[in-house]
Protein backbone atom coordinates (compact mmCIF):
# COMPACT_ATOMS: atom_id res chain seq x y z
CA UNK A 1 0.00 0.00 0.00
CA UNK A 2 1.25 3.45 -0.65
CA UNK A 3 2.50 5.45 1.99
CA UNK A 4 1.08 9.14 0.94
CA UNK A 5 2.50 11.93 1.83
CA UNK A 6 0.71 15.58 1.10
CA UNK A 7 2.72 18.67 1.39
CA UNK A 8 1.26 21.96 1.80
CA UNK A 9 3.50 25.09 1.62
CA UNK A 10 1.35 27.99 4.22
CA UNK A 11 2.12 31.34 3.83
CA UNK A 12 -0.12 33.43 6.23
CA UNK A 13 -2.92 31.05 5.25
CA UNK A 14 -4.61 31.28 9.02
CA UNK A 15 -7.88 32.43 7.57
CA UNK A 16 -8.00 29.00 5.41
CA UNK A 17 -5.56 26.48 7.50
CA UNK A 18 -7.89 24.77 10.33
CA UNK A 19 -10.54 24.73 6.97
CA UNK A 20 -8.15 22.98 4.93
CA UNK A 21 -6.71 20.79 6.75
CA UNK A 22 -10.01 19.47 7.90
CA UNK A 23 -10.96 18.76 4.18
CA UNK A 24 -7.63 16.96 3.54
CA UNK A 25 -7.60 14.75 6.83
CA UNK A 26 -11.04 13.76 5.77
CA UNK A 27 -10.19 12.96 2.40
CA UNK A 28 -6.77 10.91 3.67
CA UNK A 29 -8.67 9.37 6.08
CA UNK A 30 -11.61 7.85 3.24
CA UNK A 31 -8.54 7.26 1.48
CA UNK A 32 -7.20 5.21 4.08
CA UNK A 33 -10.62 2.92 4.41
CA UNK A 34 -10.76 2.62 0.87
CA UNK A 35 -7.60 0.55 1.00
CA UNK A 36 -5.48 3.31 -1.34
CA UNK A 37 -3.05 4.30 1.15
CA UNK A 38 -1.78 2.83 4.40
CA UNK A 39 -2.00 4.32 7.87
CA UNK A 40 1.07 5.62 8.12
CA UNK A 41 0.40 8.56 5.50
CA UNK A 42 0.77 12.11 6.32
CA UNK A 43 -0.14 15.71 5.53
CA UNK A 44 2.46 18.16 6.45
CA UNK A 45 2.01 21.86 6.43
CA UNK A 46 5.69 24.40 5.49
CA UNK A 47 4.95 27.06 7.26
CA UNK A 48 7.12 29.80 5.13
CA UNK A 49 8.26 31.85 7.52
CA UNK A 50 4.80 33.12 8.33
CA UNK A 51 4.04 36.17 10.37
CA UNK A 52 0.78 35.30 11.62
CA UNK A 53 -0.76 32.53 13.65
CA UNK A 54 0.04 29.60 11.19
CA UNK A 55 2.40 28.35 12.42
CA UNK A 56 0.72 28.31 16.23
CA UNK A 57 -2.08 26.63 14.12
CA UNK A 58 0.31 23.93 12.82
CA UNK A 59 1.43 22.72 16.11
CA UNK A 60 -1.89 22.24 17.43
CA UNK A 61 -3.30 20.57 14.36
CA UNK A 62 0.16 18.46 15.08
CA UNK A 63 -0.98 17.86 19.20
CA UNK A 64 -4.40 16.71 18.21
CA UNK A 65 -3.54 14.03 15.45
CA UNK A 66 -0.37 12.92 14.22
CA UNK A 67 -1.64 12.81 10.62
CA UNK A 68 -0.29 16.06 10.57
CA UNK A 69 3.06 17.13 10.49
CA UNK A 70 4.84 20.69 10.00
CA UNK A 71 8.19 21.92 8.66
CA UNK A 72 9.12 25.61 9.93
CA UNK A 73 11.31 27.57 7.61
CA UNK A 74 13.09 30.35 9.03
CA UNK A 75 12.21 33.04 7.45
CA UNK A 76 10.08 33.76 4.01
CA UNK A 77 11.54 32.03 1.08
CA UNK A 78 8.90 32.14 -1.24
CA UNK A 79 6.32 29.33 -2.43
CA UNK A 80 8.75 27.18 -4.86
CA UNK A 81 11.22 27.32 -2.09
CA UNK A 82 8.95 26.09 0.22
CA UNK A 83 8.02 23.89 -1.56
CA UNK A 84 11.09 22.24 -2.44
CA UNK A 85 11.91 22.27 1.13
CA UNK A 86 8.61 19.97 1.79
CA UNK A 87 9.66 17.44 -1.21
CA UNK A 88 13.47 17.34 -0.20
CA UNK A 89 12.14 16.67 3.43
CA UNK A 90 9.61 14.32 2.57
CA UNK A 91 11.46 12.04 -0.21
CA UNK A 92 12.79 9.35 2.34
CA UNK A 93 9.51 9.19 4.54
CA UNK A 94 6.93 9.00 1.73
CA UNK A 95 6.09 6.25 -1.32
CA UNK A 96 4.62 9.23 -3.34
CA UNK A 97 4.24 12.69 -2.71
CA UNK A 98 1.21 15.24 -3.62
CA UNK A 99 1.95 19.04 -3.59
CA UNK A 100 -0.99 21.36 -3.00
CA UNK A 101 -1.51 24.61 -1.93
CA UNK A 102 -2.96 25.37 1.01
CA UNK A 103 -6.07 26.83 -0.37
CA UNK A 104 -7.00 24.07 -2.15
CA UNK A 105 -8.25 25.62 -4.90
CA UNK A 106 -6.97 22.33 -6.56
CA UNK A 107 -9.74 19.44 -6.70
CA UNK A 108 -8.63 16.95 -3.76
CA UNK A 109 -10.80 14.71 -4.96
CA UNK A 110 -8.35 13.67 -7.58
CA UNK A 111 -6.14 12.26 -5.28
CA UNK A 112 -7.51 8.52 -5.63
CA UNK A 113 -6.74 8.93 -9.79
CA UNK A 114 -3.11 10.54 -9.11
CA UNK A 115 -2.23 7.12 -6.58
CA UNK A 116 -3.52 5.20 -8.82
CA UNK A 117 -2.12 6.13 -11.34
CA UNK A 118 1.14 5.79 -9.52
CA UNK A 119 0.57 2.38 -8.33
CA UNK A 120 0.11 1.70 -12.55
CA UNK A 121 4.06 2.60 -12.51
CA UNK A 122 3.88 6.59 -13.34
CA UNK A 123 6.20 8.62 -11.09
CA UNK A 124 5.15 11.84 -11.67
CA UNK A 125 1.19 12.55 -12.26
CA UNK A 126 0.59 16.11 -13.36
CA UNK A 127 -2.60 18.02 -11.55
CA UNK A 128 -3.91 19.18 -15.25
CA UNK A 129 -6.84 21.99 -14.89
CA UNK A 130 -9.56 21.81 -17.15
CA UNK A 131 -11.13 25.05 -17.51
CA UNK A 132 -10.10 28.22 -16.40
CA UNK A 133 -13.76 29.38 -15.71
CA UNK A 134 -13.25 30.77 -12.06
CA UNK A 135 -10.52 33.00 -13.21
CA UNK A 136 -10.49 36.42 -14.59
CA UNK A 137 -10.16 37.04 -17.75
CA UNK A 138 -7.13 39.06 -17.29
CA UNK A 139 -5.87 35.97 -15.44
CA UNK A 140 -6.64 33.39 -18.17
CA UNK A 141 -5.52 35.66 -20.89
CA UNK A 142 -1.95 35.96 -18.93
CA UNK A 143 -1.39 32.30 -17.50
CA UNK A 144 -2.59 30.92 -21.28
CA UNK A 145 -0.73 33.28 -22.76
CA UNK A 146 2.47 32.49 -20.52
CA UNK A 147 2.42 28.96 -21.01
CA UNK A 148 2.43 29.82 -25.24
CA UNK A 149 5.64 31.76 -24.70
CA UNK A 150 7.33 29.49 -22.22
CA UNK A 151 6.81 26.59 -24.86
CA UNK A 152 8.03 29.27 -27.58
CA UNK A 153 11.33 29.49 -25.66
CA UNK A 154 11.78 25.98 -25.64
CA UNK A 155 11.06 25.44 -22.11
CA UNK A 156 9.01 22.16 -21.96
CA UNK A 157 5.82 22.43 -19.15
CA UNK A 158 2.79 20.77 -19.00
CA UNK A 159 0.06 23.12 -20.48
CA UNK A 160 -1.95 24.69 -17.80
CA UNK A 161 -0.11 22.58 -14.37
CA UNK A 162 0.73 24.42 -11.99
CA UNK A 163 2.46 22.61 -8.74
CA UNK A 164 -0.39 20.26 -8.18
CA UNK A 165 1.30 16.85 -8.57
CA UNK A 166 2.36 13.20 -7.65
CA UNK A 167 5.89 12.67 -7.65
CA UNK A 168 6.99 8.97 -6.47
CA UNK A 169 10.08 8.50 -4.03
CA UNK A 170 12.50 7.31 -7.11
CA UNK A 171 11.41 10.94 -9.02
CA UNK A 172 12.10 13.08 -5.99
CA UNK A 173 15.48 10.87 -5.14
CA UNK A 174 16.15 12.46 -9.34
CA UNK A 175 14.89 15.86 -8.77
CA UNK A 176 17.21 16.40 -5.80
CA UNK A 177 19.58 16.36 -8.00
CA UNK A 178 18.73 19.21 -9.23
CA UNK A 179 21.03 22.10 -7.15
CA UNK A 180 19.90 24.86 -8.58
CA UNK A 181 19.05 28.33 -6.47
CA UNK A 182 16.45 29.80 -8.85
CA UNK A 183 13.32 27.74 -8.85
CA UNK A 184 10.51 26.92 -11.19
CA UNK A 185 9.35 23.42 -10.36
CA UNK A 186 6.53 22.85 -13.04
CA UNK A 187 9.47 23.67 -15.58
CA UNK A 188 12.35 21.26 -13.44
CA UNK A 189 10.09 18.72 -13.02
CA UNK A 190 9.89 17.08 -16.52
CA UNK A 191 13.38 17.15 -16.69
CA UNK A 192 13.13 14.37 -14.72
CA UNK A 193 11.92 11.98 -17.00
CA UNK A 194 10.04 8.97 -16.14
CA UNK A 195 6.51 7.51 -17.17
CA UNK A 196 4.46 10.29 -16.25
CA UNK A 197 0.99 10.79 -16.64
CA UNK A 198 -1.95 14.08 -16.27
CA UNK A 199 -4.99 13.92 -14.40
CA UNK A 200 -7.81 16.93 -15.47
CA UNK A 201 -9.55 18.80 -12.35
CA UNK A 202 -11.71 21.74 -11.99
CA UNK A 203 -9.68 24.46 -10.04
CA UNK A 204 -12.41 25.83 -7.65
CA UNK A 205 -12.47 29.62 -5.89
CA UNK A 206 -9.69 30.17 -2.91
CA UNK A 207 -11.60 28.90 0.26
CA UNK A 208 -10.83 32.12 2.26
CA UNK A 209 -8.32 34.83 2.86
CA UNK A 210 -6.57 36.95 -0.23
CA UNK A 211 -3.95 35.44 -2.94
CA UNK A 212 -0.51 35.29 -1.65
CA UNK A 213 0.22 35.75 -5.46
CA UNK A 214 -0.39 39.75 -6.16
CA UNK A 215 0.98 40.65 -9.20
CA UNK A 216 4.34 41.21 -8.34
CA UNK A 217 5.04 38.14 -6.91
CA UNK A 218 3.43 36.56 -10.71
CA UNK A 219 5.63 38.72 -12.25
CA UNK A 220 8.62 37.59 -11.02
CA UNK A 221 7.56 33.66 -11.24
CA UNK A 222 6.91 34.23 -14.91
CA UNK A 223 10.53 36.10 -15.37
CA UNK A 224 11.86 33.48 -13.17
CA UNK A 225 10.35 30.71 -15.39
CA UNK A 226 11.98 31.98 -18.97
CA UNK A 227 15.25 32.98 -17.70
CA UNK A 228 15.84 29.61 -15.55
CA UNK A 229 14.85 27.37 -18.20
CA UNK A 230 15.58 28.99 -21.47
CA UNK A 231 18.70 30.90 -22.75
CA UNK A 232 16.43 31.77 -25.89
CA UNK A 233 16.14 35.31 -24.75
CA UNK A 234 20.32 35.81 -25.28
CA UNK A 235 19.99 33.73 -28.47
CA UNK A 236 16.91 36.45 -29.85
CA UNK A 237 19.24 39.27 -29.16
CA UNK A 238 22.45 38.17 -30.78
CA UNK A 239 19.31 38.02 -34.16
CA UNK A 240 18.30 41.01 -33.57
CA UNK A 241 21.73 42.92 -33.20
CA UNK A 242 22.51 41.03 -36.26
CA UNK A 243 19.49 42.18 -38.19
CA UNK A 244 20.23 45.54 -36.97
CA UNK A 245 23.79 45.88 -38.38
CA UNK A 246 22.31 44.75 -41.66
CA UNK A 247 20.27 47.67 -41.86
CA UNK A 248 22.25 50.07 -41.17
CA UNK A 249 25.09 48.49 -43.88
CA UNK A 250 21.86 48.98 -45.74
CA UNK A 251 21.40 52.45 -44.98
CA UNK A 252 24.71 53.79 -45.11
CA UNK A 253 24.69 52.10 -49.22
CA UNK A 254 21.81 54.29 -49.53
CA UNK A 255 22.82 57.72 -47.92
CA UNK A 256 26.13 57.69 -50.01
CA UNK A 257 24.15 56.94 -53.45
CA UNK A 258 22.11 59.85 -52.03
CA UNK A 259 25.25 61.92 -51.22
CA UNK A 260 26.90 61.15 -55.01
CA UNK A 261 23.95 61.64 -56.59
CA UNK A 262 23.75 65.15 -55.03
CA UNK A 263 20.92 65.28 -53.25
CA UNK A 264 20.48 67.26 -49.85
CA UNK A 265 20.85 65.77 -46.72
CA UNK A 266 19.22 66.83 -44.28
CA UNK A 267 19.71 63.85 -41.59
CA UNK A 268 18.87 64.99 -38.24
CA UNK A 269 16.14 63.05 -37.30
CA UNK A 270 17.42 59.75 -38.68
CA UNK A 271 20.16 60.67 -36.70
CA UNK A 272 18.31 61.41 -33.71
CA UNK A 273 16.31 58.48 -34.20
CA UNK A 274 18.94 55.69 -35.08
CA UNK A 275 20.90 56.62 -31.93
CA UNK A 276 17.83 56.46 -29.77
CA UNK A 277 16.69 53.00 -31.14
CA UNK A 278 20.35 51.79 -30.96
CA UNK A 279 21.06 53.05 -27.18
CA UNK A 280 17.62 51.67 -26.53
CA UNK A 281 18.09 48.25 -27.61
CA UNK A 282 21.55 47.82 -26.37
CA UNK A 283 20.60 48.48 -23.05
CA UNK A 284 17.91 46.05 -23.12
CA UNK A 285 20.40 43.38 -24.60
CA UNK A 286 22.50 44.39 -21.35
CA UNK A 287 19.96 43.97 -19.30
CA UNK A 288 19.05 40.83 -20.31
CA UNK A 289 22.60 39.14 -20.28
CA UNK A 290 22.81 40.90 -16.79
CA UNK A 291 19.95 38.98 -15.61
CA UNK A 292 21.79 35.97 -16.24
CA UNK A 293 25.17 36.71 -14.96
CA UNK A 294 23.11 37.72 -12.17
CA UNK A 295 21.72 34.25 -12.02
CA UNK A 296 25.64 32.83 -12.31
CA UNK A 297 26.46 35.34 -9.63
CA UNK A 298 23.72 33.48 -7.23
CA UNK A 299 23.95 29.98 -8.54
CA UNK A 300 28.10 30.08 -7.67
CA UNK A 301 26.91 31.36 -4.00
CA UNK A 302 25.39 27.78 -3.57
CA UNK A 303 23.53 29.69 -0.62
CA UNK A 304 20.47 26.97 1.01
CA UNK A 305 17.22 27.77 -1.15
CA UNK A 306 15.87 27.27 3.14
CA UNK A 307 16.58 26.50 6.27
CA UNK A 308 14.44 24.26 8.29
CA UNK A 309 14.02 26.00 11.85
CA UNK A 310 11.68 23.12 13.69
CA UNK A 311 10.38 19.76 12.37
CA UNK A 312 7.20 17.90 13.57
CA UNK A 313 6.83 14.46 13.69
CA UNK A 314 6.65 11.39 15.35
N1 LIG B 1 2.94 30.65 -0.61
C1 LIG B 1 4.14 30.41 0.08
N2 LIG B 1 5.05 31.43 0.18
C2 LIG B 1 4.84 32.67 -0.39
C3 LIG B 1 3.64 32.87 -1.12
C4 LIG B 1 2.73 31.84 -1.23
O1 LIG B 1 4.37 29.33 0.61
O2 LIG B 1 5.71 33.53 -0.26
C5 LIG B 1 1.96 29.55 -0.73
C6 LIG B 1 0.56 29.88 -0.26
O3 LIG B 1 0.42 29.74 1.14
C7 LIG B 1 -0.27 28.89 -1.04
C8 LIG B 1 0.50 28.73 -2.34
O4 LIG B 1 1.81 29.24 -2.09
O5 LIG B 1 -0.33 27.63 -0.41
C9 LIG B 1 -0.13 29.46 -3.50
O6 LIG B 1 -0.49 30.76 -3.15
P1 LIG B 1 -1.89 31.41 -3.54
O7 LIG B 1 -2.98 30.41 -3.40
O8 LIG B 1 -2.05 32.67 -2.75
O9 LIG B 1 -1.64 31.75 -5.08
P2 LIG B 1 -2.74 31.86 -6.24
O10 LIG B 1 -3.57 30.63 -6.16
O11 LIG B 1 -3.52 33.09 -5.96
O12 LIG B 1 -1.93 31.94 -7.49
MG1 LIG C 1 -4.48 29.88 -4.60
Known amino acids: MTKLYIAV ?7 VLPDSAVKLREKLISMMDGGLISR ?7 DDGSSDNTWQLITELHQVDRIFSGIKLSRNRGHQNALMCGLMTLKDEADAVISIDADLQDDIEVFDEMVKRYEDGCDVVYGVRAKRETDTFFKRFTAEGYYKVLDKMGAKVIF ?39 V ?26 ITSLSTKPIKLITRLGMIIFLVSIIMLIYTLIRFFTGATQTGWASLAVSIWAIGGLQM ?13 YLE ?15
Open 160 to 198: NHADFRLMSRRALEAFSEFSETNLFLRGLVPMVGFKSDI
Open 40 to 46: DSRIVFI
Open 200 to 225: TYERSERLAGESKYPLKKMLALAWEG
Open 9 to 15: PCYNEEE
Open 284 to 296: MAIGIIGEYIGKI
Open 300 to 314: SKRRPRYIVEEYLHD
